[in-house]
C-alpha cells in the first residue's frame, strides 16, 4: 500500500483562509510549508515522467534542473523580499539536509529493514569529491571578504563572486556532461533491489499531463512561497528564531522535503544506488547551479546582490558536514548505525545554529 500525501494539498486553502484572517505568522508560516510539500512532491513527479519521454541526456537534464526547483523557488522569492542572510543560511542548509538529514534517515530505514545495503562506491567517492570542490568554492570568496573587505563590499569581491559562479555553472554542466554522456557506467547499481516492490509500476504520463502538472505546480510553488517567506521573519521572532536558523534549517527542509522523501522511499526498497544518486546529486545540485543561479538572479531581483560571503559558522559546518559524509559513504556499504551518526551530526548542527546569539 503507497502512501500518498497529496491530502496535504488540503493545506492551500487553509493558508489562504488564514492569510486573510490574519493569523499569527507561526499558523500561516506551517500551513504554507505543509501545503508547499506535496507540491514540491508534484514538480519532482512530473518531471521523472517528463524525462521518460526526452531519453537519458535531456531527462537527466531536466531531472537535474527542475529537481530543486522548490528551493530555487523559495531562495527567488526570499531574495526579492531582500532577505539575503536567510537565502544564504538556505543553500548551506540544503546541502546538510540533503548530505546529512534525508541520507542519514535512507540509511536508517533502509538499514533497520535490510541489516546491510550496499552501492556503487565509486560513484559515492565522485559524489563526494564534487563536494569538496563545492565547498572549498563557496569557502573562497568568504575569505577574501572576511580578510580584504570586513567593513563594506569591495568591486573586486563582487568580481570574484561572479567569477565563482560563473566558474560553478561551468563545473556543473562538466559534470552533467560526464554523468549522462561519457561515463554513466560509473553510476551504475551494485545492489539488487527488492522486486517485490516493483511489480506495480507506475504507466508514464503523457507529455501534455507530465508538462501541465509542472507548470501548475510551479506555479502554486511560487504562491506558497510568497506566503511563507512573508511570514518568515515574524515567525522568527515569534519562535525566538534567527533569519539564519530559518534559512538553514526550516526553509531548506521544507525545499527539499519532495526529494528527501523520494531518498527515503528508494532506500526503503533496497535501491540504494538510487538513493544517494538523489541525495548527493541534489547536494551537488545546489552547490553547483542552485547557488550562481541565485547569484546571477540577484543582480535583476534582489535589493543587493547576493554574494557567496558565508559566516565562519556556515562554512565551518559545510565543511564538517561534507567531510563526515565522505567518510561515511566512501566503502559502499552501509546499516542503521551510519544513518544515526549522519542524523546526530545534523541535529548538533542545528541546535547550534538555534542557539548562536544573533550579532
Keep these: 500500500m503507497k502512501f500518498s500525501i497529496n491530502w496535504l494539498l488540503a493545506f492551500i486553502p487553509v493558508t489562504l483562509v488564514l492569510e486573510h484572517a490574519h493569523a499569527h505568522a507561526p499558523l500561516i508560516f506551517l500551513s504554507a510549508a505543509l501545503a508547499i510539500v506535496p507540491i514540491a512532491a508534484a514538480i519532482v513527479h512530473s518531471t521523472e515522467h517528463l524525462a521518460t519521454h526526452t531519453g537519458d541526456a535531456i531527462g537527466g537534464l531536466l531531472n537535474a534542473t527542475f529537481g530543486n526547483a522548490p528551493e530555487l ?31 542519514g534517515v535512507a540509511f536508517l530505514l533502509g538499514g533497520w529493514r535490510y541489516k546491510d545495503q550496499t552501492y556503487n562506491a565509486g560513484a559515492s567517492r565522485l559524489y563526494s569529491t564534487m563536494m569538496l570542490l563545492a565547498a572549498v568554492s563557496l569557502a573562497v570568496p568568504s575569505a577574501f571578504s572576511r580578510y580584504f573587505a570586513p567593513e563594506h563590499t569591495m568591486r573586486e569581491e563582487h568580481l570574484l563572486n561572479i567569477g565563482i559562479a560563473g566558474a560553478l555553472l561551468f563545473a556543473y554542466v562538466l559534470y552533467l556532461l560526464f554523468s549522462l554522456k561519457t561515463h554513466p557506467g560509473w553510476f551504475e547499481s551494485v545492489a539488487q533491489a527488492d522486486e517485490a516492490e516493483d511489480h506495480h509500476a507506475e504507466k508514464a504520463w503523457s507529455v501534455p499531463r507530465a508538462l501541465g502538472t509542472l507548470i501548475a505546480a510551479a506555479v502554486l510553488a511560487a504562491w506558497m512561497s510568497e506566503v511563507l517567506v512573508g511570514a518568515a521573519e515574524s515567525t522568527g521572532k515569534a519562535l525566538g528564531m534567527s533569519s539564519v536558523f530559518m534559512g538553514i534549517v526550516l526553509l531548506a527542509v521544507i525545499g527539499g522535503a519532495a526529494e528527501s522523501g523520494s531518498a527515503i522511499g528508494v532506500a526503503m ?31 535583476f531581483i534582489a535589493p543587493q546582490p547576493l554574494e557567496l560571503s558565508f559566516s565562519r559558522a556556515e562554512v565551518g559546518s559545510l565543511f564538517l558536514g561534507v567531510l563526515v559524509g565522505a567518510v561515511v559513504c566512501a566503502d559502499g556499504r552501509t546499516n542503521w548505525f551510519k544513518g544515526a551518526q549522519l542524523i546526530t551530526l545534523y541535529a548538533i548542527i542545528a541546535m547550534m545554529f538555534y542557539f548562536m546569539p544573533v550579532t
Design 73 to 103: 523557488i523559495i531562495a527567488v522569492v526570499a531574495l526579492r523580499a531582500g532577505y539575503v542572510d536567510m537565502v544564504r543560511a538556505s543553500i548551506i542548509g540544503a546541502i546538510l539536509a540533503n548530505l546529512l538529514l534525508a541520507l
Design 269 to 299: 526498497k533496497n535501491k540504494m544506488d538510487l538513493s544517494l544518486g538523489i541525495a548527493l546529486g541534489s547536494s551537488i545540485q545546489i552547490a553547483l547551479f542552485v547557488a550562481p543561479v541565485l547569484v546571477f538572479a540577484s543582480y
